[in-house]
């Protein structure tokens, strides 16, 4: 018995391939007994995501002639008609294992070392047990991986800092405040980027936040949205004697804020520290403001080369998880249920 | 081995409980001052960072600077009590007939301190003064005060009887 992946994924394949080849999750249990049935696997399990589609099974066959086999029941699942190449991979053991457990630890995803595909894996796996489709090779595996996913979690930096602006700005501002509940919130434009880092401040503990746009209605939408109220354009700069963080997103073609205006209203708010947040393109905020005590601005550009260096340390991560992984494997293929081999191991 | 001991020098003198006010309070306060010099200095490290965009803020374990800038403030203000207690009962101890209190070196370069103290926390409490500018002088007010340890005291009179 041997562990076997096919599939394909971001790495291999475009979107418009990959969208061709996704199992929606009701079709899958159809698709786990169909392959069952057909002999090529004993055990079973079909990881179907955005990024990649990757079908893990336990084959009494040879390698090469489960990956064909599988690779005809791909095709025939999505009656797909197309040349299939270099997209497709096949991996035998120890090389399958240890493709799982990097799946499972974010080491293959997009965005290296994110969290959602473990959720994503676990849910495959719960869902091909629940039919009764794995058994006990693909069961350790996949708890194996997990405890891996878990592990390499812990012990790395694999995971550590924000890979997006918008968790970047929220990290910004928690190095500023010492508590986000009792710091007040203004959103000026109100855009798709100002309502995800307004929602990202939320999650953090951020009670009020007040809208303004240019066209009160949307400032209203957004403000209901959010729990929040809504101002008047005109009105924004009273309200900076109250907030303590400000983003900034919207259409103006030149700057609706410098430090002429900024300097009276800092005077007016004691100096208490202000984090400026300016994500509109072309900039709404002047960049001399910065210069001002305790106002601290950061642009997009800013925030995503935080977000870039942090996805810098991450990969200075990946050899070590990679040792882990490989230790890991090694130490599963030792145990006994992976020791008895059957003549394809 | 006790006949390897150093010998010990007089028994200090613990009769009179101002005296030992006095230097337990001063003691104290240069404590409070040290901290507050240090948290001034995480301050303005995390602060420059902050401001010029490094990526080292966020990598650092520091906490935010808001709290960094009000464990500064609280400690000067700390110290600054324990200060002026040692102050006033060091006026209260005997002296030479004919010293004046602030003749002194010492009494004198402390009071000019204080001074400086007083003025930090009064422009920070009352007039606004920007954190920045006071997390500064609060961690180069400490340098002037160790100076007081060292090179005042070895000048001093009343603290050399």
Known sequence: ?345 | MPSLDPPHGPKPDFSNWLRSLHAATILQSYGAFGLAAVAAGMFLMQQHDLKFHKLRALLSLLPSIQRLELITLRLTLVGFVLFTTGLVTGAQLPRPAGDAYLADPKVLWSALLWLVYLELIVARLFFGRSTRRFTLGVAITFVFLLLTFGITNHFSGLHNP
């Open chain 1, 1 to 345: 018995m041997n562990v076997v992946v096919i599939g394909l994924s971001h790495r291999s394949s475009p979107v418009e391939l990959r969208e061709r080849f996704a199992f929606a999750d009701e079709k899958i249990p159809g698709a786990l007994a169909a392959l069952r049935e057909s002999g090529i696997a004993s055990e079973a399990a079909i990881l179907s995501t955005c990024n990649r589609v990757e079908i893990y099974t336990a084959t009494p066959l040879a390698p090469e002639t489960a990956f064909a086999e599988l690779k005809k029941f791909l095709v025939a699942q999505h009656a797909f008609e197309g040349a299939l190449g270099a997209e497709l991979y096949a991996l035998a053991e120890p090389h399958s294992l240890q493709h799982l457990f990097k799946v499972a630890s974010g080491l293959d995803s997009m965005v290296i070392g994110e969290t959602e595909i473990f959720g994503q894996l676990k849910d495959a796996y719960e869902l091909a047990r629940a039919h009764q489709h794995t058994g006990a090779r693909l069961n350790k595996a996949f708890q194996r991986a997990f405890n891996t996913a878990k592990h390499i979690r812990t012990a790395t930096n694999i995971q550590r800092g924000s890979v997006s602006v918008m968790s970047a700005a929220v990290e910004l501002a928690e190095k500023i405040f010492s508590s986000l509940a009792e710091h007040e919130v203004l959103v000026i434009g109100a855009g798709e980027t100002s309502e995800k880092t307004a929602r990202a401040l939320q999650s953090r503990g951020v009670k009020k936040i007040t809208v303004t746009n240019r066209s009160p209605e949307r400032a209203a939408a957004l403000a209901a949205a959010l729990g929040g109220r809504a101002v008047p354009f005109e009105n924004w700069p009273e309200e900076f004697e109250r907030v303590d963080i400000a983003i900034s997103s919207t259409a103006a073609p030149q700057h609706i804020l410098d430090r002429a205006k900024l300097e009276p209203l800092m005077k007016r708010r004691r100096n208490r520290p202000l984090l400026l947040i300016d994500i509109a393109v072309p900039r709404d905020i002047d960049p001399a403001v910065n210069a001002l005590d305790n106002v601290y601005l950061y642009n997009v550009d800013d925030l995503q080369s935080i977000a870039d260096d942090y996805l810098k340390l991450r990969k200075e991560e990946i050899a070590r998880c990679e040792k882990i992984i490989a230790e890991k494997v090694a130490a599963l293929l030792a145990a006994n249920q992976f020791s008895t081999t059957d003549g394809h191991g």
